[in-house]
Nanobody, 118 residues
Framework: QGQLVESGGGLVQPGGSMRLSCRAA???????????MGWYRQASGKERELVAT???????NYADSVKGRFTISRDNSRKTVYLQMNALAPEDTAVYYC?????????WGQGTQVTVSS
């Protein structure tokens, strides 16, 4: 089923922007394209929570806490999903996980740390 390879995390100041990428390495296009791709996050001491999902162009879902600030997109030709994060705040600090969902099964990336701090 392939591996989800995340990149783009790090340290950013409050109000800043960051883009996360997740590539479905080893996943064939015919499997990637119908997959629902998503980003979840887990802050220290908290449960993992949904950030955003994308099924296809324009078919997106966002947590209320990130609406208007974060944008999820996908490039099927590159088998990659992106999360553009703007107006970041300290409460966005978490490990961000890429997720691929298909036929009731979930696949997860290893996670990438995003820290929002001055």
């Amino acid at each position: 089923q392939g591996q989800l390879v995340e990149s783009g995390g790090g340290l950013v100041q409050p109000g800043g922007s960051m883009r996360l990428s997740c590539r479905a390495a080893g996943t064939i296009t015919s499997v990637f394209n119908p997959s629902i791709m998503g980003w979840y996050r887990q802050a220290s001491g908290k449960e993992r929570e949904l950030v955003a999902t994308i099924a296809g162009p324009g078919v997106t879902n966002y947590a209320d806490s990130v609406k208007g600030r974060f944008t999820i997109s996908r490039d099927n030709s590159r088998k990659t999903v992106y999360l553009q994060m703007n107006a970041l705040a300290p409460e966005d600090t978490a490990v961000y996980y890429c997720n691929r969902k298909i036929d009731g099964r979930n696949f997860w990336g290893q996670g990438t740390q995003v820290t929002v701090s001055s």
